[in-house]
């Protein structure tokens, strides 16, 4: 929990390095940005991209609001984001979208009303001197990380968001005019990039249309041997067992200091509802090193409560990935389960506890 009991509310503070002079021109932008409402001819799918002179990963921009729900620019970094993007617009409404938004990284530039910004906000737009007009007009620039609370954006993040920002206001009038200017994206992995020249000291930015196609995502587990001959020991108890990781929205951490949300691992035997196991993984590297630590915590769940299932149930592909190779050494059969619902009615419990 956080220390001090903080409010994430009142230790959520501008910071990271970010100078006056960005933040300055980051409002700036995102005010013209507002004031041009290019959700209103451009769908959050009209992905467009973003390549900073000397970088290679590509920053890929999406507009929301057409349906005047929730207007925001948002930046996914690279390849492996965009992927995830995509993934998004095929799940299922609901936990499960909320559930893959939690393991990428990606910013907001959000527009809602005044009341919606945290404190620190509010002093920094006054120190600024500026000033937004309407009900939904005042920006905030929200950062998403793995494993972590939504913060203020960083000096890259920053930086990412005053670019996508800047070619907002170049794109998005010709995608009015010509929708075919985007290029195919979507499964054709084809979009328009917004390319700086590295040849001119000013900065010149130009038309290109990349192929984009998701990198393959790995995962390296190591699962100690004494664990795996402990459960080779063990005679099959012919039990399904229904296994995911989810976000806990837990917040761990100091006051001041952007809280931590570990994920959480819940194992439950679906006939009894009795629950194997539960455990926090937080992100201490990477969200890849995080999904790798699933099989041996998994097997020693097995090892405490002495059952070795002859099933596993399981419906997030990361889980799933990391689980195959163990499950094929073990004999132990991979059930894909979309609803879960022994462990969802777990995990409903749980929130509702510590709702309390």
């Known amino acids: 929990m956080i220390e001090d ?63 005047g729900e929730y207007h925001a620019v948002a930046v996914y970094p690279g390849a492996r984001a965009l992927a995830e993007f995509w993934r998004m617009q095929d799940a299922p409404t609901g936990d499960a979208i909320a559930d893959m938004l939690s393991g990428l990284h990606y910013v907001h530039a959000a527009f809602g009303k005044k009341s919606e910004l945290e404190r620190e906000e509010k002093r920094l737009i006054e120190e600024l001197g500026l000033a937004f007009k309407g009900a939904n007009g005042w920006p905030r620039f929200r950062s998403f990380r793995p494993g972590w609370y939504p913060w ?4 890259r993040e920053a930086r990412w968001l005053t670019l996508a920002l800047e070619q907002i206001l170049d794109v998005a009038p010709r995608v009015q005019k010509d929708r075919r200017i985007l290029g195919q994206g979507g499964p054709a992995h084809r979009y328009l990039v917004r390319v700086r020249s590295t040849e001119s000291p000013q900065a010149v930015w130009q038309d290109a249309h990349e192929t984009c196609s998701p990198s393959a995502t790995t995962f390296r587990s190591t699962v100690p041997n004494s664990l795996l001959d402990a459960v080779r020991a063990m005679e ?17 951490g100091r006051k001041g200091d952007r809280p931590q949300a570990p994920f959480m691992m819940m194992a439950v035997e679906p006939a009894s509802g009795f629950i194997l196991g539960v455990e926090l993984l937080p992100v201490e590297t990477t969200i890849e090193e995080m999904w790798a630590q699933v099989p041996a915590k998994f097997l020693e769940m097995v090892r405490r409560n002495q059952i070795r299932p002859a099933s596993i149930a399981l419906r997030t592909p990361s ?22 619902r022994a462990l969802t009615q777990a995990r409903r419990e749980m929130d509702r506890f510590n709702r309390q």
Do not use: H
């Open 5 to 67: 009991s903080a409010e994430l509310n009142e230790t959520s503070k501008p910071r990271g390095g970010v100078s006056l002079d960005t933040w300055r021109r980051l409002y700036e932008l995102a005010g013209e940005v507002r004031a041009m409402e290019p959700w209103k001819w451009m769908e959050e799918t009209d992905v467009f991209g973003v390549k900073d002179a000397g970088r290679e990963d590509i920053l890929f921009v999406s507009v929301m609001g057409l349906l």
């Open 152 to 155: 203020t954006a960083d000096a």
């Open 236 to 252: 099959p108890s012919g039990m399904t067992v229904e296994l995911d990781v989810f976000p806990s929205y837990t917040a761990v």
């Open 319 to 340: 889980v799933f990935m990391v689980m195959e190779g163990l499950c094929k050494d073990l004999a132990i059969e991979i059930k894909p389960d979309p609803g879960l």
